[in-house]
Nanobody, 131 residues
Framework: EVQLVESGGGSVEVGGSLRLSCTAS????????MGWYRQTTGDECELLSV???????YYSDSVKGRSTISQDNAKNTVYLEMSSLKPEDTGVYYC?????????????????????????WGQGTQVAVSP
């Protein structure tokens, strides 16, 4: 069974930093592409960052320059480090996995959060950025 478990969310002040973690199980982590989405409105999620199995990375404009995605294959864990946090970074952050790399190089930039029709999703972790 594929499982993705996020951690690291919480309350942060504007300008602060955090590191989100997502520990995976039930599939070949090092052969998969991993990413992070953030819930925007309703049940819609925006793509923030992706790291592919070859180490290639993608960042959306909303986090580019202040975020780093990385992974530790020995721990089956992907991380998203964010700095210079803004109030608009508030939201639920979801870890996602494309375990057969069907969307390599082209993850949907907008997706329905935790949809059963695309990849695998974690339960999400809440981030609140306050003044």
């Amino acid at each position: 069974e594929v499982q993705l478990v996020e951690s690291g969310g919480g309350s942060v002040e504007v300008g602060g930093s955090l590191r989100l973690s997502c520990t995976a199980s039930g599939f070949s982590f090092e052969d998969s592409d991993m990413g992070w989405y953030r819930q925007t409105t309703g049940d819609e999620c925006e793509l923030l960052s992706v790291i592919e199995s070859d180490g290639s990375t993608y960042y959306s404009d909303s986090v580019k320059g202040r975020s780093t995605i990385s992974q530790d294959n020995a721990k089956n864990t992907v991380y998203l480090e964010m700095s210079s946090l803004k109030p608009e970074d508030t939201g639920v952050y979801y870890c996602a996995a494309d375990i057969d790399r069907r969307y390599a190089g082209g993850w949907p930039t907008s997706n329905r959060c935790r949809t059963a029709h695309w990849g695998f999703w974690g339960q999400g972790t809440q981030v609140a950025v306050s003044p």
